[in-house]
């Protein structure tokens, strides 16, 4: 949260003061941006967000707020599914919203389709955090190997891959490899110093990539799944619909992905400032 | 039952797919239905997929498994599977 001056303060979290920076992953024209802007401004005042575009460089320079940035890493703009990248996104992030803000502990990545439904989601998040004691979070955030997820079967004979992660791991199997969904991905400062100051290898895919090497580099991965229901409308396909997502708020969600109707989001700001919220640490539901 | 609740499952497939899914999806759906067998989750007992398995230039291909698993040796010949994603775990 700011304070009248601008300056950034912390939310205090469980005793201690935390901070974070939701740094908001999109492609799409100024106007759709500015939507959701508007949206997490109005749900979720005071939440200190960082634009991350990575689409049309005459779309960014329309978006008005000056916590942006603009991504020209072509393997942002890949194909879906093939070889997206957040590295270069996550090392401008550390730049520009993170190196020289001390207070800023935590960055969660949320992409433009993730939609916020309530005001406190900062602190739920950032509970979790504490909570799990885990240095990166993401959904169904686990150990892919020997499965038969796509992207693991993609990349687990890939020489220069394995190579990689043998020479960066401390970890006494360098071939394991985790996974998680794209979006809602937490991690601690220390993680964003750690991806955004080494060398890289590509080509990769982000949802293998980031928990992967983040694992080897000796950091605790965690599955925001074992512990809450916080992700339960956090999914990779159907999206919502305004219906749905409207029922969902009303139960107390806090997210829904993937929600594209932005051109809706007044509807759910409208319907997140009428709501009375609630408590976070009794909404979450814990899994034994 | 787990063909109730396989159709229920199909539902949520086809949104994902979008309206015009295609005829062999759908095809290969109610082959699977017919002639299928459902494998459980050996943690939480749900049906995880519905599966045909064939013996195939020297693989053994499951036909019909469209949802991420771990998979280990039960017994000397018979495997078992987990989900792998928590929230598609139904555990009690």
């Known amino acids: 949260m700011r304070c009248a001056s601008g300056t950034l303060i912390s939310i205090a979290v469980g005793g201690l003061n935390v901070a974070l920076l939701t740094a908001l992953i999109t492609h799409l024209p100024a106007e ?181 090497v983040v694992h080897h580099l000796g950091f605790r991965v965690d599955d925001v799944s074992r512990v809450t229901d916080l992700y339960a409308h956090v999914r990779w396909i159907p999206p919502y619909r305004l219906e749905e997502a409207l029922r969902l708020q009303a139960a107390g969600a806090v997210f829904v992905h993937p929600f594209k109707d932005w051109r809706a989001l007044p509807v759910l700001e409208a319907a997140a400032l009428a709501s009375t919220g609630g408590g976070l640490n009794d909404d979450l539901v814990q899994r034994s | 039952m787990w063909r109730l609740q396989r159709a229920a499952d199909l539902r949520d497939k086809r949104r994902a797919l979008g309206e015009a899914a295609p005829l062999l999806w759908w095809l290969k759906q109610v082959l699977l239905l017919v002639f299928g067998r459902p494998v459980r989750c050996a943690t939480c007992g749900w049906v995880a997929f519905v599966c045909v398995p064939v013996v195939r230039r020297g693989r053994l291909v499951v036909y019909g498994i469209c949802t991420e698993c771990i998979v280990e040796w039960d017994s000397t010949n018979a495997l078992r599977f987990r989900h792998v994603d928590l929230d598609r775990c139904r555990r009690p």
């Open chain 1, 32 to 212: 759709a941006v500015e939507a959701n802007l508007r949206h997490l401004e109005r749900v979720a005042p005071g939440a200190r967000v960082l634009v991350c575009h990575g689409g049309r460089r005459e779309d960014f320079e329309q978006i008005t707020t000056p916590d942006k940035l603009f991504v020209e890493d072509p393997d942002l703009r890949a194909p879906p599914i093939t070889i997206q990248s957040y590295n270069e996104i996550l090392r401008r992030i550390w730049e520009q919203g993170v190196r020289d803000e001390p207070a800023i502990e935590a960055v969660y990545l949320l992409e433009y389709d993730q939609v916020v439904l309530r005001s406190d989601y900062e602190r739920i998040v950032l509970n979790i955090l504490t909570l799990t004691g885990a240095d990166f979070l993401g959904k169904n955030c686990v150990d892919r190997t020997r499965t038969n997820w796509v992207h693991y079967l993609r990349f687990r004979h890939d020489p220069g891959l394995l190579d990689f992660l043998a020479k960066i791991s401390v970890r006494d199997d360098p071939e394991l490899m985790f996974g998680c969904l794209g979006t809602g991905l937490l991690m601690r400062r220390a993680v964003v110093s750690a991806l955004a100051t080494m060398e890289h290898y590509r080509p990769s895919y982000n949802e293998l990539y980031l928990p992967t």
